[in-house]
């Protein structure tokens, strides 16, 4: 089956860092995905893991280790408007560009001051 | 900003009433996307198309259709609009960047008294 667990909400002070952690199972794997929602808001596209290891963007940092079925997205230097819902997505499949994205049901953070 | 609209933003509509949402884009993208997302479930995908008249179904794609008769405008019909369909329903696309990540449209909420 398909399945994509990630915690239901998270709290956390401005100014920290909040690691939010992502597993999979799915049938076939393509890339790893990271949105971010604010309340009333569309999803935006955070990054994209397919090999192994960190990919670092500014603030935000998400890993993926494949063995596992395991990725985590790292926010730094918390800020207020880092208050939001975060998303996992798995491309399930091999072929690319067709392979449709699963998603998770996403953690809610909440950055207090 | 990936030239995605969506109308209408708001709806409300009445049991057994047919309902068209439609999604416009201007970047002339192949790949396009209808996902439903509820609280508890995440981000569902209910049918998509790969090129004009070419679509396919999604995991929730019973009581909907869908058309794609130019690139740039995919609609999706609720031919006999239930309860269960009251929902946020978001359009999106596939632009070949970021590992073909979805870029979604504004969204639109749907309710069905």
């Known amino acids: 089956g398909q399945n994509i667990d990630q915690p239901t909400e998270m709290t956390a002070t401005e100014g920290a860092i909040v690691q939010i952690n992502c597993t999979y199972q799915?049938?076939?794997?393509?890339?790893l995905f990271w949105y971010q929602q604010h309340a009333g808001e569309a999803p935006t596209f955070l990054s994209y893991n397919v090999l192994d290891g960190l990919e670092e963007k500014g603030r935000f940092s998400s890993f993926l280790s494949r063995s596992k079925g395991y990725s985590y997205l790292l926010l730094k230097e918390l800020q207020m408007k880092d208050s939001a819902s975060y998303l996992c997505?798995?491309?399930?499949?091999?072929?690319?560009?067709?392979?449709?994205?699963?998603f998770g049901t996403g953690t809610r953070l909440q950055v207090f001051p | 900003d990936a030239g995605i609209t969506q109308s209408p933003r708001h709806k409300v509509t009445e049991t057994g009433t047919p309902v068209t949402l439609r999604c416009h884009q201007t970047?002339?993208?192949?790949?396009m996307y209808w996902y439903r997302q509820d609280p508890g479930h995440g981000l569902r995908l209910i049918h998509y198309?790969?090129?004009?008249?070419?679509?396919d179904k999604g995991e929730v794609s019973d009581g909907y259709s869908v058309s794609r008769s130019k690139t740039e405008d995919f609609l999706l019909t609720l031919e006999s609009a239930t309860s269960s369909q009251t929902s946020v329903y978001f359009c999106a696309i596939s632009a070949g960047t970021g590992g073909w990540a979805l870029h979604f449209g504004n969204g639109t909420r749907l309710t069905v008294t």
């Open positions: 970047e002339n993208h192949r790949y």
């Open positions: 997505a798995v491309r399930d499949g091999r072929s690319g560009d067709t392979d449709k994205l699963i």
């Open positions: 799915t049938s076939g794997f393509n890339g």
């Open positions: 198309s790969y090129g004009v008249k070419d679509t």
